[in-house]
Each structure stands twice: as structure tokens, then as C-alpha cells.
């Protein structure tokens, strides 16, 4: 899409109510976007198809957790030390920007975000990079790392500090010890979550595309890493276009157009879990209305992927000649439910039961505290704990006369007859493991906009230009227009009241009686609606009405009392336009 299409999509945007800057009345603050009422609405369908798709049909459990949490938990889960951009200053005018997106801008260099800080110093010092504020040069300038945790305190006083949740995720895990319970601690199991997140960005850019607020849309799926993996048959014909690492490294490298099946055949879908989800997901972007010639699956790059995820799969979609992130699909092992176990008093494991009961050998320490406490005090605890785990590791360092184990950096010597290690044959009916993750989270903000560039169009009816967007009616703001051919001699009544009918049938509806026929369907088209419904003279006489369907602009004449039956199924999907009962019309 050309960047005057997408200005004025922008601008389409905010005229019919999609989206808008906040706070304008105030001068606006980077970052905050408010979803007007057409926005509002579509984003309600978008996460409503979302959930029905991922939580409902696949059989997962949805909760709502809290988007302010308490600092312990961002420590577990890495946040407060590894969640920065790269930022490099101004030092002409002191604004920020990030400095990666610079070079991305600027350069022929992609994913420059997995480069290091060492290296995009480098490179703006190369390519002679400016400032897009003032034009300063930026070369010298130093890139730093900046944590995009936005900090708040919970409570008054002596209060406790807290976080904006930067992803929803947390909130998934750190509840796992009851969600497991809910689940009957029966693997696998999926947990989702629809719900604000936030990241104080550097530099926020392209309209909602990258914001300081959005929404996220997650599945937080728990395996046995050595279960069963998903049924692929249900995926393994579905079409995908894929950009794998080797693609990406060569520079002839060129997306592969496959199917699932064949893409986990070959081995370039390592994860049947990620395949799965990809299928699925596949499907769709392409139901809501992502264009699937702008869309595919890139995978990451060793440098840009999370240090816990072993694969990590982007959705992208094409927008304004560049590839914009959608979603992400990473298999993220045990490393959250582990650090969260590590950092609580919880357990985040599951009781996995064998088939039949098995007899093993198990290595056993109780120790001597009589003996271990006047000789390490304080530590004492802490040194019968290593030891316990140093016997379930390696038995072995018990064979001399003294074990040595690592307490916080300090080693501490103790006499193996203190810890009266032994080794058993026991019985065993099952076993606690930690589960694997495996998590889809999709953006809903950049998706909104993704729908609208893709649906966005313009065409020529009448003799006059005209601009739509082809929304699909299962995710459009508003599902039929109703209008009166004019508000006089009991028109605008019989409308009124048809449009209530239709409400309550399940409909959404927009009533308009302003200005000539003409214009209130190209305003309907604007935003969207996929059909139209003119009450006039023939409605009051035979009791038919004019629908009219969007792209096309056919019209047909329908009973009124088999209206809210036909709206249904047309934006069900169950009933195409051009197999309605009805006699066609003369063109708007």
C-alpha cells in the first residue's frame, strides 16, 4: 500500500470512528490510541472470533488476571533485567529514538533488533544516521539499553512497587498452581487471556502499530515434553507461506509456499506444537480478513530469538511495502514455570502417573543437623538442601570420605557419614515434571489495522469514485444499514421500526435518514457495512425491501419477513448474496 493510501486510511480511521490519538483535546501523548465507536466494535468481534477459535473450539480455560503486578514477579520472569530496546539520544534537540528501527529505516538491514549494541554503534557511525527530529548527526552517540517496564507502587505509605504487565502471560503463569488444579492436573492444557498490556516504546510509530498501550490476545499451552504431541491431521493440508532462517541468510533466499504436513515432513517446522498452531492460525487470519498473498510465518533468527524459546515462528503481514509483526509462536520449555518456582513458595509441577507402577533406584541424604548446625550456623538449612539435591544429581560425589556442595557462591565441606546418604530401590506410580510451554500471542491493535489496510479499496459507481473497506461481515462494526428513501409519509417510521426488528434479532444495525440515498451508502460503505436495507413506497405497498450488498453494489428485493432470517445467514457465512431469494434491482 502506497503511504498515500495508508494517510488516508489514517485519516478514514479517525473520520468514521476506528481510531484516533487520545487525549487531543489535551495536545495528545505518544503511544495512546482510543478506538472510537467502529473500532471499538470491530476490535469486539476480532477478540470474540479470537476466543472462539483458540479458547473455545480447542477446549482451553480463559481467565483475567490483574495488569498491575507486584515487582517479585518481574524478577522471576526476567522482565527487570533482559525487557529493553536500544535507545541512542539527540544531543542536539534530547530526543530519543530507537536506534535499531533507525537502521531498519535507513539501511537495507532487517531485524537489525538482533544486532549488538557494539554493532549499531557501529553501523549509524557507517551509514552517517541523523536524527528524524532535528537531522543532527548521530554518529559518536552512545546506544544504551532502555527497560520498557512501566514502574507504579501498590498501596500507600510504605507501599510496595508494582508493574504494568508487559505481557499477559504472567498473569497465566504465575496462577499455574491453581490453573492446574482447575485442568485436574491433566496434561496438556491451554490457558488463554484477552487483555491489556503495556511498554513504555521509545519511540512509538505508524498509528497503532506500535503503541505504549494494546491488547493482547495469548494461549499459554502446558505439554509433556514427552507426550503426545497434537493431531496434525487436522492442519496438515492447510497452506502456508514460510520464511525459515536458511531463507532469510541467503541472499537469494525467497519465501516457501508449502502445507503443514509437508513443512513438519521435511523438518523446516521442527515443533509439531508450533505446526499446529500455525495451521490453525493460518486459517484464521484468513477468516477475519488478513490478505493471504500479504501475509507469512518468518522464523526467527538465533540472535532475535527470546534466550527461553527453542523455535519461535512470526505471523507478518505486509503493510506499506514492509513486514510488520502480527503474532508470535514460541515453544518456550519449562523456563517460566521453573523461574516462578524458583522465585515462590509454590510448586509448578505435576503429578504425572505411570501406567504401572515402576521399581528404581533412589539416591537419599538425611543429614545430620546435630552435627550441621553448630558447624554452619545460618546455613545450615541451605547446606542440607544442596546436599539433597547434589544426591538426586550425582551420587557419585558421595564416594569419598567428604562432600562438598555450593551454598550462594560459598562451598561447604561436609563428612559423608553426617549425611548418611543411602541408596534405595523404591516403587514408584508416578512422577512430578515441570511442563513444557508452548505460547501463540497474537497483537490485536496491529491486526485492526492490518484488517483495515487490506480491506481497504477504491473503485469508480455511477460515474463517481468511490472508497470501502471489504470487511468481513463476521467481524464488521456494523452489520446493516437501514435507511428510508426519504423521512416523510410514513417512511421513516416503517425504518425506524424495521431497524429496531433488526436489533433485536441479533443485528447490528445503523439507522441514517441524513442526505440523498447516494451518499448514505458510500457512507456505510466507509465504514465498512457489508449490506444495506432502503425502505420505500414498494416496502408500504408489497411489503419487500431493497438490500443491498457492499462490494458489488447489487441490489435485490426481499420479503420483509424472511429479512432478519437472510441478514443472519449472509453475515454467518451460511448464505452468499448471490443465492438469495430475491428480484434483482437496478445498480446505485
Known amino acids: 500500500m502506497s503511504e498515500s493510501t495508508a494517510e488516508k486510511l489514517v485519516e478514514l480511521a479517525k473520520r468514521r470512528g476506528y481510531f484516533f490519538p487520545s487525549a487531543g483535546a489535551y495536545g495528545g501523548v505518544a503511544g495512546f490510541y482510543t478506538f472510537g465507536p467502529q473500532g471499538a466494535a470491530l476490535k469486539q468481534n476480532v477478540e470474540d472470533a479470537w476466543r472462539e477459535r483458540f479458547a473455545v473450539r480447542e477446549g482451553h480455560q480463559e481467565i483475567d488476571a490483574p495488569t498491575v503486578m507486584p515487582e517479585p514477579v518481574f524478577e522471576a520472569s ?13 544531543a542536539e534537540c534530547g530526543e530519543s529514538h530507537r536506534a535499531d528501527h533507525l537502521i ?25 544516521l541523523v536524527c528524524p527530529s532535528c537531522g543532527a548527526d548521530l554518529s559518536g552517540e552512545p546506544v544504551d539499553d532502555f527497560n520498557l517496564m512501566f514502574g507504579t507502587n501498590i498501596g500507600p505509605g510504605d507501599s510496595s512497587p508494582g508493574y504494568l504487565r508487559p505481557e499477559t502471560a504472567q498473569g497465566i503463569f504465575v496462577e499455574f498452581p491453581l490453573l492446574k ?12 487471556q484477552i487483555g491489556k498490556a503495556y511498554r513504555n516504546e521509545i519511540s512509538p510509530r505508524k498509528s497503532v502499530i506500535r503503541t505504549r498501550e494494546f491488547t493482547q490476545a495469548e494461549l499459554e499451552l502446558f505439554v509433556d515434553p514427552e507426550g503426545e504431541g497434537p493431531d496434525l491431521s487436522r492442519v496438515e493440508d492447510v497452506e502456508v507461506r514460510l520464511y525459515p532462517i536458511g531463507e532469510q541468510e541467503d541472499e537469494e533466499g525467497e519465501l516457501i509456499e508449502t502445507t503443514i504436513g509437508e513443512a513438519v515432513a521435511d523438518g ?30 518468518r522464523q526467527h533468527l538465533s540472535g532475535e530469538r527470546a534466550h527461553y524459546a527453542s523455535d519461535c515462528w512470526d505471523a507478518e503481514a505486509e503493510l506499506d511495502e514492509d513486514w510488520i509483526e502480527l503474532a508470535g509462536f514460541a515453544y518456550r520449555g519449562d523456563y517460566d514455570l521453573s523461574k516462578h518456582a524458583e522465585h515462590s513458595d509454590e510448586d509448578f509441577t505435576i503429578f504425572k502417573q ?5 521399581t528404581v533406584e533412589r539416591a537419599t541424604v538425611d543429614p545430620d543437623m546435630s552435627y550441621l548446625g553448630p558447624e554452619f550456623g545460618g ?24 562432600v562438598t556442595v555450593d551454598v550462594d557462591g560459598e562451598e561447604y565441606t561436609v563428612p559423608v557419614e553426617k549425611t548418611d546418604f543411602s541408596v534405595d530401590e523404591v516403587t514408584e506410580s508416578g512422577e512430578h515434571i515441570t511442563p513444557h510451554v508452548v505460547e501463540p500471542s497474537f497483537g490485536v491493535d496491529r491486526l485492526l489495522y492490518t484488517i483495515l489496510d487490506h480491506a481497504y479499496a477504491e473503485d469508480e459507481v455511477g460515474g463517481e469514485e468511490r472508497t470501502y473497506l471489504s470487511l468481513d461481515p463476521e467481524v464488521a462494526p456494523t452489520t446493516v444499514g437501514v ?17 429496531a ?45 431493497t438490500v443491498r450488498e457492499r462490494d458489488s453494489t447489487e441490489q435485490l428485493r426481499v420479503p420483509l419477513e424472511d429479512l432478519d432470517e437472510t441478514l443472519t445467514a449472509l453475515s454467518e457465512g451460511d448464505l452468499a448474496f448471490a443465492d438469495v431469494d430475491g428480484e434483482p434491482v437496478e445498480e446505485d
Open 104 to 128: 531498519e529505516d535507513n539501511t537495507a538491514i532487517e531485524e537489525a533488533e538482533s544486532i549488538a549494541i557494539e554493532e549499531v554503534e557501529e553501523l549509524i557511525d557507517e551509514h552517517q
Open 78 to 90: 526476567g522482565h527487570l533485567d533482559g525487557f529493553d530496546d536500544m535507545l541512542v539520544e539527540c
Open 354 to 358: 505411570y501406567d504401572e507402577p515402576v
Open 483 to 499: 435507511f428510508p428513501l426519504m423521512d416523510k409519509e410514513g417512511l421513516g417510521e416503517r425504518a425506524r421500526d424495521l431497524a
Open 379 to 402: 546455613q545450615a538449612q541451605d547446606v542440607a538442601d544442596a546436599l539433597e539435591s547434589l544426591a538426586e544429581e550425582d551420587r557419585s560425589a558421595f564416594e569419598g570420605e567428604d
Open 268 to 297: 523446516t517446522l521442527a515443533s509439531p506444537w508450533i505446526a499446529y498452531h500455525l495451521g490453525i492460525a493460518q486459517e484464521w487470519y484468513e477468516r477475519v480478513g488478513v490478505d493471504k498473498s500479504r501475509f507469512r510465518f
Open 181 to 192: 488444579e482447575y485442568a485436574r492436573n491433566q496434561l496438556p492444557f491451554g490457558v488463554t
Open 501 to 545: 426488528e433488526l436489533r433485536a434479532a441479533g443485528l447490528s444495525v445503523n439507522y441514517d435518514d441524513s442526505g440523498a440515498i447516494g451518499r448514505r451508502y458510500r457512507r456505510q460503505d466507509e465504514i465498512g457495512t457489508p449490506f444495506c436495507v432502503t425502505v420505500d413506497y414498494e416496502t408500504l405497498e408489497d411489503g419487500t425491501v
